[in-house]
């Protein structure tokens, strides 16, 4: 078995196949010849006429189709134009009208609102769970219960779930389980090994690296495949060969690229915990965080993603923080090089007491953490309008 760095850098090529070239090329088209006719009539795949098409994929829709399904441990992956794509999609595989799901309460906004309006709007009943809630999950499950979706760690406020035991309840009443695993990527949640049945990418974030793309890739094992692959196809998502091929070349610096992340987060975040205008930071990799236990369980590693919570409401001295970071850009996304901060406020929760205070995420990219540590600190002094212990 190859180091993870080793991994990364092999997987999903094949330079024979392209003249010798390092990457697989980018291949752009939508009309595939057949040969003749009996070829015609040997590409038809599961009935279906025409799926000798460009929509169905191309030798770069495949290359990285074929790395992160050995990457993720699964039997296959789909590409989705976004990460939000992939979810929907993959969800959409599974239910029918009549049918009831359960979300955990940390899911990712826009998944959120997925499930609470076209889902419902589409006769499938909609429950949260506490992301806490492990083997008691067995108490929200119904007879009709057909899929389990989860998002651990949240992308808002990081609580972790117990995977193992959420998909041995689930898997009880013929259940899927469905998990976001783009907080720690392929690299760092091993998410089959867990007895999740699909796991899904922002590939946009950690894989692509770069923000210069937008991905989403599904993977699914054995049991969920067929399901996955065919709700998939029928709604004629396809991904632009130029984001494939970015997304491919991160594929071969992740590891390099989310140690520095894994480090420059825990440790920003750790200062940060002193700072007196911060009432809370959430991450699951610091001890002492709620989550830590089954992080170390279950997880390799972290990213450079977490949250903190200042104890203040206040819009001019909100401002004056976020107006006087210098190395965070207040944007959306996270998982490229650069950090990031975007202003939560209040998260939409239904499980969960609101938090006192100003929710924050942030991102902490590729630069020094001497750098960001100052810049974060500096920032948090002028908001405070008053400066406190200094970092080097």
Not at 6 to 21: F, I, K, P, W
Not at 210 to 218: C, E, N, R
Not at 319 to 326: E, P, S, Y
Request: proline share 6%; aromatic share 10%.
């Amino acid at each position: 078995m190859h180091d993870a760095t080793t991994h990364y850098l092999h997987c999903g090529r094949d330079s024979e196949a392209y003249g010798g070239l390092i990457n697989t090329p980018v291949f752009r088209g939508s009309t595939v010849l057949a040969k003749d006719f009996s070829s015609w009539e040997a590409s038809k795949k599961d009935g279906n006429p025409y799926a000798h098409y460009g929509r169905f994929g191309t030798p770069t829709t495949r290359a990285f189709e074929d790395a992160i399904a050995e990457l993720e441990g699964g039997h296959s992956s789909l590409v989705f134009p976004s990460g939000l794509a992939a979810c929907v999609h993959a969800l959409l595989a599974f239910v029918s009208a009549g049918d009831h799901v359960l979300i955990t309460d940390n899911i990712y906004g826009p998944t959120r609102a997925f499930v609470s309006t076209v889902l419902t709007r589409l006769g499938v009943a909609v429950e949260f769970f506490v992301p806490s809630a492990g083997a008691n999950i067995a108490r929200q499950l119904r007879a009709n219960t057909r899929v389990v979706f989860t998002e651990s760690p949240g992308s808002l406020t990081f609580e972790v779930c117990d995977l193992p035991a959420i998909c041995q309840a689930a898997h009880s009443v013929g259940a899927f389980v469905l998990l976001d695993n783009t907080w720690a990527s392929p690299l760092y949640f091993k998410p089959f090994e867990h007895g999740v049945d699909v796991s899904i990418q922002a590939a946009t974030k950690y894989i692509v690296g770069h923000s210069d793309a937008l991905l989403g890739v599904a993977t699914a094992n054995e049991r969920a495949w067929p399901l996955l692959k065919a709700g998939a196809h029928d709604f004629g998502q396809t991904a632009s060969p130029d984001d494939l091929f970015l997304a491919l070349r991160g594929l071969r610096t992740l590891p390099v690229r989310l140690q520095r992340h894994w480090s420059n987060g825990v440790e920003l975040a750790s200062s940060l915990a002193h700072h007196p205008l911060i009432t809370r930071v959430m991450h699951p990799a610091l001890p002492g965080d709620p989550g830590h236990d089954l992080w170390k369980r279950d997880f390799l590693g972290a990213s450079g993603l977490f949250g903190i919570e200042v104890n203040t409401q206040d819009p001019v001295v909100l401002a004056r923080l976020f107006d006087n970071l210098k190395l965070f850009g207040i944007g959306l996304s996270w998982g490229g090089f650069e950090s990031l901060v975007v202003p939560v406020g209040q998260p939409q929760r239904n499980h969960c007491t609101p938090a006192q205070g100003y929710l924050i995420r942030v991102h902490a990219g590729l630069e020094h953490i001497n750098d960001l540590q100052h810049d974060f600190h500096r920032a948090l002094d002028i908001a405070l309008n008053k400066p406190c212990v200094a970092v080097a």
